[in-house]
């Protein structure tokens, strides 16, 4: 297996509703293929630097997976017959891969993506502990506690 990313950039007057078809159906792609999809990154709508297809504006899309060069093959077969797609490019990142550190990746990048857990709330004493009035009784104690007794 290889490591690749590829860029493709969608036609920018196209619907949301297409774009997202558009990418589910390259990442099914990629995953059917026997590759495996590490990260998927949408750039979003951008400024085309000159005029593509008729238009000046694009959907960008970066894919990051590990395959086999039919999987690529096939990937770039569907761009140039998929009409949404007006540019593409694929690059090998590295030529062998190691699975295992790849599988640790793609966990580690999932448990970043993960919302963080809320902070457990205080349990009830602990509370009640913390409202004024119980600061403030036992920060000061009962003044017959501190005189010192008179002997008459």
């Given at each position: 297996?290889?490591?690749?990313?590829?860029?493709w950039?969608?036609?920018?007057?196209?619907?949301?509703?297409?774009?997202?078809?558009?990418?589910?159906?390259?990442?099914?792609?990629?995953?059917?293929?026997?590759?495996?999809?590490?990260?998927?990154?949408?750039?979003?709508?951008?400024?085309?630097?000159?005029?593509?297809?008729?238009?000046?504006?694009?959907?960008?899309?970066?894919?990051?997976?590990?395959?086999?060069?039919?999987?690529?093959?096939?990937?770039?077969?569907?761009?140039?017959?998929?009409?949404?797609?007006?540019?593409?490019?694929?690059?090998?990142?590295?030529?062998?891969?190691?699975?295992?550190?790849?599988?640790a990746?793609?966990?580690?990048?999932?448990?970043?993506?993960?919302?963080?857990?809320?902070?457990?709330?205080?349990?009830?004493?602990?509370?009640?502990?913390?409202?004024?009035?119980?600061?403030?009784?036992?920060?000061?104690?009962?003044?017959?506690?501190?005189?010192?007794?008179?002997e008459?």
């Amino acid at each position: 297996m290889r490591r690749y990313e590829s860029v493709w950039v969608i036609h920018g007057d196209l619907p949301d509703e297409e774009v997202k078809s558009a990418i589910d159906k390259f990442s099914r792609i990629i995953s059917t293929h026997g590759g495996m999809l590490v990260g998927m990154e949408e750039w979003g709508r951008r400024k085309l630097g000159y005029k593509i297809q008729g238009t000046l504006r694009g959907y960008y899309v970066l894919a990051d997976f590990a395959g086999l060069p039919a999987t690529v093959k096939e990937l770039e077969r569907n761009y140039r017959i998929d009409d949404r797609i007006i540019r593409y490019q694929t690059v090998v990142k590295s030529k062998k891969v190691n699975l295992e550190a790849l599988q640790a990746e793609m966990a580690a990048k999932a448990q970043a993506a993960a919302p963080a857990p809320e902070p457990e709330a205080a349990p009830l004493k602990e509370a009640a502990a913390l409202t004024p009035e119980a600061a403030g009784a036992e920060a000061a104690p009962s003044a017959e506690a501190t005189s010192p007794a008179k002997e008459d």
